[in-house]
């Protein structure tokens, strides 16, 4: 039989190239403030997809040989969590709150291996879903407030 130990020197796959799983990929708000963040878990997680686009600008013009030429205009983000309700999680609470209050959110989107983005966000929808045949849901739409970052990597 294998001792502890030894289980735990088994090998780790070194293709660093394998695509990540959607379920470790997290959603914090910050439930402290701008000095002193404290980034709290929301719970009850299912998804929380991240949209980046960018309005699209006409910039034909008579020589372009009858084709359109767009230019990236204005870029936003925005995200559609998905979850279910849990009355005594922290970060629905901090999310409920900042909507009832029209108070913008800080969020931190955390990946796998700790790199994670920041942004700030309104958070324009809150519904909670509360069928009589399934679990109690609730999704939070939150549009970004100027850009979110960059994937910072872990203890940046």
């Not at 289980?7 to 000095?35: H, M, Q, R, S």
């Not at 600008?57 to 230019?71: E, F, M, P, Q």
Request: contains cysteine; aromatic residues 6%; glycine residues 10%.
């Amino acid at each position: 039989m294998l001792t502890d130990a030894e289980l735990k020197t088994l090998p780790d796959n070194p293709d660093t190239g394998i695509a990540e799983a959607g379920k470790d990929t997290l959603l914090y708000v910050n439930a402290g403030t701008t000095a002193a963040a404290k980034f709290v878990l929301v719970g009850g997680q299912r998804n929380s997809p991240l949209n980046m686009a960018a309005d699209s600008i006409d910039g034909s013009h008579k020589n372009s040989g009858g084709w359109k030429t767009n230019l990236q205009g204005l870029k936003n983000w925005s995200m559609e969590h998905d979850g279910l309700l849990i009355m005594s999680d922290e970060g629905r609470q901090v999310m409920e709150y900042c909507y009832r209050n029209s108070k913008q959110v800080n969020i931190k989107l955390v990946y796998k291996n700790g790199s994670f983005r920041t942004g700030w966000a309104n958070i324009t929808k809150f519904d909670e879903d509360n069928s009589h045949t399934g679990v109690q849901t609730v999704k939070i739409t939150l549009e970004g407030v100027g850009p979110i970052s960059d994937i910072t990597a872990t203890g940046a």
